[in-house]
C-alpha cells in the first residue's frame, strides 16, 4: 500500500497563475481532507470530502476549489495563486470522517 | 470558535530527559484528542488518540497523554526521551458534532541534544 500520495511534491508559481494539487489513497477510506502548513499556525484545514460525492469548506478555503472525483482522488485547485497561498499542502484520509487521519508527504507551493 | 492551543513552541531537552507538551483546547462537549509527530522532512504520523474510556492512553515510542476534562487538557508524556524524537508535534481534536473537521494546535518543536 502506498497510502496517501500528492503530486507534484514542489511547485513554484507566479502570481495569476492557476494549478491543480493531485492527491490519492489506496486505503478504501471514504473521507478525504487538504490542509495548509503554515509557520507557527500548525495544519488548518481548507476543504474536506466525508464521503465519494460531497465536499464541504473548512477554516481556510477562499481562493480554493476542490474536486472529489472519485473514492480515491481528491484534487486542490487554486485558479489565481496569490502569494498568501505559499504553504505546505498536506491531503488526508481516514476510514470515515470520525477516525484519525492518515497523511500525504505534502506539497511545497511558492507562490512569486 | 473551538480553538487548540499548545503552550511550549520550541522546547529544547537532553537525552533522558522527561518530556511533557501542553496542549488545551476550548470546547463543551464531546471531543476526540490526537498527538501527531512530523519528523524532519516527514508527513505526520499519528502518535496517539483517545476516544473514551481510560483517560491515560498510550501510544507509539513510549509516548502516553492524558486526558483531563475538567481542565480541557490532553498532555503529552514521555518519561525518558531520545534524540531519535526530535521533530515537531501536533495536538488536534475534534469537536463530537463537526464531523471530520480536525482542529489543530500551532505545534511545537522538540529538539534533543545527544
Not at chain 1, 93 to 105: T, V
Request: glycine share 10%.
Amino acid at each position: 500500500n502506498a497510502g496517501v500520495t500528492q503530486t507534484p511534491k514542489f511547485q513554484v508559481l507566479k502570481t495569476g497563475q492557476s494549478m491543480t494539487l493531485q492527491c490519492a489513497q489506496d486505503m478504501n477510506h471514504n473521507s478525504m481532507y487538504w490542509y495548509r502548513q503554515d509557520p507557527g499556525m500548525g495544519l488548518r484545514l481548507i476543504y474536506y470530502s466525508a464521503s465519494e460525492g460531497t465536499t464541504d469548506k473548512g477554516e481556510v478555503p477562499n481562493g480554493y476549489n476542490v474536486s472529489r472525483l472519485n473514492k480515491r482522488e481528491f484534487s486542490l485547485r487554486l485558479e489565481s495563486a496569490a502569494p498568501s497561498q505559499t504553504s505546505v499542502y498536506f491531503c488526508a484520509s481516514s476510514p470515515r470522517d470520525i477516525y484519525e487521519q492518515y497523511f500525504g508527504p505534502g506539497t511545497r507551493l511558492t507562490v512569486t | 470558535a473551538q480553538s487548540v492551543s499548545q503552550h511550549n513552541h520550541h522546547v529544547i531537552l537532553s537525552e533522558a530527559a522527561s518530556l511533557e507538551l501542553g496542549c488545551n483546547y476550548s470546547y463543551g462537549g464531546t471531543v476526540n484528542l490526537f498527538w501527531y509527530v512530523q519528523y524532519p522532512g516527514q508527513h505526520l504520523q499519528l502518535l496517539l488518540k483517545y476516544f473514551s474510556g481510560d483517560p491515560l492512553v498510550k501510544g507509539i515510542k513510549g509516548f502516553e497523554a492524558e486526558f483531563i476534562k475538567s481542565k480541557f487538557s490532553f498532555n503529552l508524556r514521555k518519561p525518558s526521551v531520545q534524540w531519535s524524537d526530535t521533530a515537531e508535534y501536533f495536538c488536534a481534536v475534534r469537536a463530537g458534532n463537526q464531523g471530520g473537521k480536525l482542529i489543530f494546535g500551532q505545534g511545537t518543536e522538540l529538539s534533543v541534544k545527544p
